[in-house]
């Protein structure tokens, strides 16, 4: 695996509208990577997206796929790339099997090979059941894992997924979640964006952030994890107390009677804390992160920018 | 699987998908014009036309049928492509499309195809329709009137394209049939012969491009026309390279479908 699934050169992307986009992207995403694609709304994240799969069109730059140029010819770059886009974008009116037949079509995989392969994306993402529904009869999670068969459909080497799980309930997006990380495994290269950070942590090897049509950060997630100096915890004790108690170096606060709020540094060991804690007979039941780790981090990022 | 191949499992796949879109929907695609029809060939056929006597020698409902089939070709054809490509611009299911690796040519192929084989085939239903009211049917030259009912229908069709890919809205795709089409075919010969028009009237609707369809669509049934066949059939061929050269202009650069 040492090659580009895809390769972004100074892309630039200006709308009739005078909105400058994008003012010159450089990425790259190598072969079997997970990757995130981050940003607030409106920082350029769709656009890019819209350019790689031909849905926007670009002012200027290059993008390869797999070393395929698309100006050159985005027929061979198409085939192996699928979208997952963010809004609904098939026939409400269709049956759940003729859409994903009908997008293999598109493909150029014949109708009896289409119907195969149809069954087996639809048992796996569990739609089989619904096959001859409308679309529009499906709830909100079924038609993002539509949307996820049709992108899979040809079996693309590339998946590109804009907020697949947004509006989805927590156990569909850990299915939806288990099922990436099994596509990925077995050799897929996947771009996410999505406004969920804590997908982004849990799934993603790799990250790179836009904000205002410009790359901030570019980095493996590991790395832009060690990069926080502060935690924050809450603890749950098993008895409440009227003020927090008071320990050399670690800043503690009382969330609720029940719940400490401590915030430690990257330097400072967490057995300090719990040592002194069982000194003054505080019990200490549970511990959690007090909010998403990156999200603190995408938020600075963000604001500084 | 060659290139070839793959462009023609494609193609077949989207004319498929747009003759089953017509089809589902039935009861207002199928059914209206041989209703329509059918109250044309009572009132202007069967009630007023003996009235009426002859037009060109024909006796007036024979001289109206090519007239209505071709109405109805035209305006389903037309109305069949600009609701179904303006639908899945509207409905973003053109993103199925523009994604996958489907050159241009097969795209427009496709939904022309579509409105190609909608228009034909309500073509047959009004003429079967007709059938009920004039039974003793002779046409005059089958293959000029098969061949002017395709290159009608593809015509129309790529009218019908240009029209939905620079809608942006529901009005938009239906201004051109009811301000625009339906006038020009109602004075474009369906129901009387330009002959009967004053000598201005009849210049004038010289300029009308409908008259050269109907007309030769009627040569084609009947054998009398008010127009030149060849600069007819000419005109038509013509008009469906500058359409279809415009069309994959817009598609090319992404005018209404891409951003």
């Known amino acids: 695996m040492n090659q580009f699934a895809l390769e972004i ?81 098939f026939n409400n009116f269709e049956k759940v099997i003729d859409i994903v037949t009908t997008q293999a079509g598109f493909y150029g995989i014949p109708l009896k090979e289409a119907l195969y392969k149809t069954e087996l994306i639809l048992k796996r993402l569990g739609l089989w059941d619904k096959r001859d529904e409308q679309a529009r009869t499906l709830s909100g999670g079924f038609k993002r894992r539509l949307m996820i068969a049709k992108a899979l459909i040809h079996e693309p080497k590339l998946l590109i997924l804009d907020e697949p799980t947004a509006g989805v309930d927590i156990e569909l997006r850990r299915e939806m979640w288990d099922f990436l990380k099994e596509i990925n495994a077995n050799g897929t290269t996947i771009i996410l964006t999505t406004h969920y950070l804590e997908e982004a942590e849990q799934l993603c090897k790799n990250i790179a952030i836009i904000d205002h049509g410009e790359l901030i950060e570019n980095t493996t997630m590991k790395n832009l994890l060690s990069r926080l100096d502060v935690q924050g915890f809450l603890l749950d004790m098993d008895k409440s107390l009227e003020s927090p108690p008071a320990i050399a170096n670690f800043k503690i606060a009382l969330e609720d009677p029940l719940t400490l709020n401590v915030e430690i540094k990257k330097d400072q060991s967490i057995n300090q804390l719990f040592d002194q804690l069982t000194e003054q007979g505080i019990k200490v039941l549970s511990m959690r992160n007090k909010s998403n780790r990156l999200e603190e981090m995408f938020i600075e990022m963000v604001n500084k920018k | ?199 201005i009237w009849r210049s004038i609707s010289m300029a009308n491009p409908m008259l050269y369809v109907v007309n030769t669509f009627r040569e084609g049934m009947l054998g009398v026309s008010d127009v030149s066949i060849p600069f007819a059939l000419s005109m038509i061929v013509l008009f469906i390279i500058i359409l279809a050269s415009a069309c994959l202009f817009f598609l090319h650069r992404g005018t209404g479908t891409r951003q």
């Open chain 1, 9 to 89: 050169t100074d892309l630039k992307k200006t709308y009739d509208s005078g909105v400058v986009a994008l003012k010159g992207i450089n990425l790259t995403v190598k072969e079997g990577d997970f990757f995130a694609l981050l940003g607030p709304n409106g920082a350029g994240k769709s656009s890019t997206i819209g350019i790689i799969a031909s849905l926007v069109t670009k002012s200027s730059g290059k993008v390869k796929i797999y070393n395929i140029d698309t100006d050159e010819n985005f027929p061979d770059a198409k085939r192996i790339l699928g979208v997952v886009s963010q809004e609904i974008n």
């Open chain 2, 1 to 199: 699987m060659s290139k070839n191949n793959e462009i023609f499992v494609s193609l077949t796949t989207l004319i498929r998908k747009e003759i089953k879109r017509y089809l589902r929907i039935w009861v207002q695609t199928l059914v209206p014009p041989a209703v329509t029809m059918s109250l044309y060939f009572v009132i202007f056929g069967s009630l007023i036309g003996p009235r009426i006597g002859t037009m060109d020698g024909l006796d007036y409902i024979q001289f109206m049928i090519p007239g209505l089939i071709m109405m109805s070709v035209i305006t389903n054809s037309y109305a069949n492509v600009v609701s179904s490509f303006y639908s899945v611009k509207f409905q973003k299911s053109i993103e199925e499309l523009l994604i996958s690796p489907m050159p241009n040519w097969a795209i427009l192929t496709g939904f022309v195809m579509g409105g190609v084989s909608r228009g034909i085939l309500i073509g047959f239903i009004v003429f079967c329709v007709s059938l009920f009211f004039y039974p003793t049917f002779d046409i005059a030259n089958p293959v000029l009137t098969i061949l002017v009912l395709i290159l009608t229908s593809i015509l129309f069709s790529l009218m019908g394209f240009i029209n939905a890919i620079f809608a942006d809205s529901f009005d938009d795709i239906s201004i051109i049939p009811t301000f625009v089409l339906t006038p020009l075919i109602y004075l474009g010969g369906v129901f009387y012969s330009i002959n009967i028009l004053p000598d």
